[in-house]
């Protein structure tokens, strides 16, 4: 089991250090892209979404690589991967993209209920108490 979950976290890890260091650092030219994806990618570029969204992808993953603040990076990744999956159903439909989230997200879940113990708190299912004021 211990096995499994370092290499879950190390394929995750550099899954997105990869993707976030292309983003924050354009090793490659983006090529013009048609319609609304286009659209969406060059207000994305314009506006430095993708930077930013690089930097979330390069900490996480570093994160996971270095097996420190784990729980974190997976909340974080968690964010990022509805949404790439959002954008991968939604502007860019196919069947490679959307099998690569899911494998993705499948490696987040399994991580997720491999740290359960720090996740305990937003996965309980008892009542927490309320704060007054």
């Not at 954008?87 to 997720?112: C, K, M, Q, R, Y």
């Amino acid at each position: 089991m211990k096995i499994a979950v370092i290499v879950a976290r190390v394929l995750l890890g550099v899954v997105f250090v990869f993707a976030g260091f292309t983003k924050v650092v354009p090793v490659m030219p983006m090529q013009p892209m048609p319609g609304d994806l286009g659209a969406m990618l060059n207000l994305m570029v314009a506006h430095k979404w993708i930077f930013f969204y690089g930097v979330f992808e390069l900490v996480s993953g570093l994160l996971l690589l270095a097996g420190r603040f784990v729980p974190l990076a997976l909340t974080l990744l968690a964010a990022l991967l509805v949404n790439i999956l959002l954008f991968n159903v939604t502007l860019a439909p196919s069947a490679v993209g959307i099998v690569a989230v899911l494998v993705l997200g499948a490696l987040e879940i399994f991580l997720v209920w491999a740290y359960r113990e720090s996740f305990a708190g937003v996965l309980s299912a008892r009542a927490q108490p309320r704060l007054t004021a």
